[in-house]
């Protein structure tokens, strides 16, 4: 009989960016600070793979 492997640890996906691994920030400009656009860059908790390893 064939020993059966045990599956890896599921990665659960990032709660900052929701499994996308980009997280979209508002552009403010001027003196008063008013927002005029989003900009998007990738997720520095899981740094950019949308999941997170399972031993956090």
Known sequence: ???????PAAAKPCPSCLGTGEVSRTVR?????????????FCLNCLGSG???ADD
């Not at 009989?1 to 599956?7: G, I, L, Q």
């Not at 400009?29 to 860059?41: A, I, L, N, S, W």
Request: charged fraction near 25%.
């Open 51 to 53: 999941q997170i390893s």
């Open 29 to 41: 400009v001027g003196r008063k600070g008013r927002p005029v656009g989003h900009q998007t860059g």
């Open 1 to 7: 009989m064939a020993r059966k492997t045990s599956k």
